[in-house]
T-cell receptor, first 113, second 110 residues
Framework: GAGVSQSPSNKVTEKGKDVELRCDPI?????LYWYRQSLGQGLEFLIY????????KSGLPSDRFSAERTGGSVSTLTIQRTQQEDSAVYLC???????????FGSGTRLTVV | DAKTTQPNSMESNEEEPVHLPCNHS???????IHWYRQLPSQGPEYVIH???SNVNNRMASLAIAEDRKSSTLILHRATLRDAAVYYC???????????FGKGTRLSVIA
């Protein structure tokens, strides 16, 4: 596709359930990032994948959060035992080694009820 | 990442130029200056970036001070669609994650 694609665009889940959020980066982009943005707040870095290197997980807020990137392409962010404070927009971005521009998806709005 | 300082908010009239300032007094020699913006209910959007020389693209211009301790994003003719939060971010020469601050909320008045 032409841009970074995220699915679903909206997700409502009950407290305690697990959720999976998907990101399809731009083809050929080696770097992939996850961020989240709570209502009225700034963008918070979560995790960063660069090629085959071990991911930078320094932004993950708790061990309930994990992410994978399969085959250097699609990534899945998993939140286990969701809490109300996990409600936010989860944004994915990707970039290539050729330039220093990160391109963002439209995000997944997660609501935990 | 080195820190940047931006005004919390600015206002502009439609079709007038807008100069959005950013201070980054602790910038290192290898840091690039990036600008992104976030329109309401959308993900961030790349605007422009530069290292030392001024840069122009179809969206904006970036003026970088000679000592690189400050920069200014210039929108030549603000439109209502330019109302957004503008982020000035320092990033090394690689693909390390962007670190977003609070940015400047730009309002454009018709």
């Amino acid at each position: 596709g032409a841009g970074v694609s995220q699915s679903p665009s909206n997700k409502v889940t009950e407290k305690g359930k697990d959720v999976e959020l998907r990101c399809d980066p731009i083809s050929g982009h080696t770097a992939l990032y996850w961020y989240r943005q709570s209502l009225g707040q700034g963008l918070e870095f979560l995790i960063y994948f660069q090629g085959n290197s071990a991911p930078d997980k320094s932004g993950l807020p708790s061990d309930r959060f994990s992410a994978e990137r399969t085959g250097g392409s699609v990534s899945t962010l998993t939140i286990q035992r969701t809490q109300q404070e996990d409600s936010a927009v989860y944004l994915c971005a990707s970039s290539s080694n050729a330039n220093r521009v990160s391109l963002f998806g439209s995000g997944t709005r997660l609501t935990v009820v | 990442d080195a820190k940047t300082t931006q005004p919390n908010s600015m206002e502009s009239n439609e079709e007038e130029p807008v100069h959005l300032p950013c201070n980054h007094s602790t910038i290192s020699g290898t840091d690039y200056i990036h600008w992104y913006r976030q329109l309401p209910s959308q993900g961030p959007e790349y605007v422009i970036h530069g290292l030392t020389s001024n840069v122009n693209n179809r969206m904006a211009s970036l003026a970088i001070a000679e000592d690189r301790k400050s920069s200014t994003l210039i929108l030549h003719r603000a439109t209502l669609r330019d109302a957004a939060v503008y982020y000035c971010i320092l990033r090394d020469g690689g693909n390390t994650p962007l670190v977003f601050g609070k940015g400047t909320r730009l309002s454009v008045i018709a």
